[in-house]
């Protein structure tokens, strides 16, 4: 069984920036590849970017791409999303996801979300 639990979400001003924490509670953490995910109000919820189990890979989509960094800490089972130069639109839900090694957008097992509000 697997469990993922999000913090660090809150309100920032636009061009701020943020650290969203995702804790993995389970077995085998370095097995699995993460990704994160947001809901912005009233939208599905999109992908953003992933890492590989090893922490060797990552990729993101574009509207982040530059912003954005996702990173890992196998040895305490955290994976890390760190928001720099936010924007209002960035306004969403965040979610962090787990999946088997070779998955390229994790979907899995989802965390609970975490609300990140940007103001302009």
């Known amino acids: 069984q697997v469990q993922l639990v999000e913090s660090g979400g809150g309100l920032v001003q636009a061009s701020g920036s943020l650290r969203l924490s995702c804790a993995f509670i389970?077995?085998?953490?370095?097995?699995?590849?993460m990704g994160w995910f947001r809901q912005p109000p009233g939208k599905e919820r999109e992908f953003l970017g992933g890492?590989?189990?090893?922490?060797?890979?990552?990729y993101y989509e574009d509207p982040v791409k530059g912003r954005f960094t996702i990173s890992r800490d196998n040895d305490k089972n955290m994976v890390y999303l760190q928001m720099n130069n936010l924007k209002p639109e960035d306004t969403a839900v965040y979610y962090c996801?787990?999946?088997?090694?070779?998955?390229?957008?994790?979907?899995?097992?989802w965390g609970q979300g975490t609300q990140v509000t940007v103001s302009s």
């Open positions: 890492i590989s189990w090893s922490g060797d890979t990552t």
């Open positions: 996801a787990a999946d088997s090694a070779e998955a390229l957008r994790p979907r899995a097992y």
């Open positions: 389970g077995r085998t953490f370095g097995s699995y590849s």
